[in-house]
């Protein structure tokens, strides 16, 4: 699989994740509109809030991982897919595998 495939591969992942993660955020919000509105007092309160944060808090990360792969598939249409942005050296194929969306070298990103 070259770079574009599993950079469009991962990026359809993240669209039917963050479609999911938006689904439940709409699901916990619904939730604490049919409960007591006082989640000082409300036993459930602090546990509705606590899901909500943490469901944003992923939407969040699904976004930014959007980003990170639409900057990636422009770095692929530039032809500087796999090299370094801060030394200028080829990325291991091994960390894109893993990471495709990488913009720095392993010894470049163990210096951040």
Request: hydrophobic share 35%.
């Amino acid at each position: 699989m070259d770079a574009r495939e599993r950079l469009e591969q991962q990026r359809d992942e993240t669209r039917r994740r963050l479609a999911g993660l938006t689904g439940t955020y709409e699901a916990v919000v619904a939730a604490s509109y049919d409960s007591n509105a006082d989640d000082e007092h409300d036993p459930e309160g602090a546990t509705i809030a606590f899901e909500r944060s943490q469901v944003g808090a992923l939407i969040r990360q699904a976004r930014e991982g959007l980003a990170e792969i639409s900057a990636a598939l422009e770095r692929v249409e530039a032809g500087t897919y796999g090299v370094c942005e801060r030394c200028g050296q080829q990325i291991s194929e091994g960390r894109l595998e893993a990471r495709p969306v990488a913009r720095l070298c392993i010894d470049c990103a163990s210096r951040v």
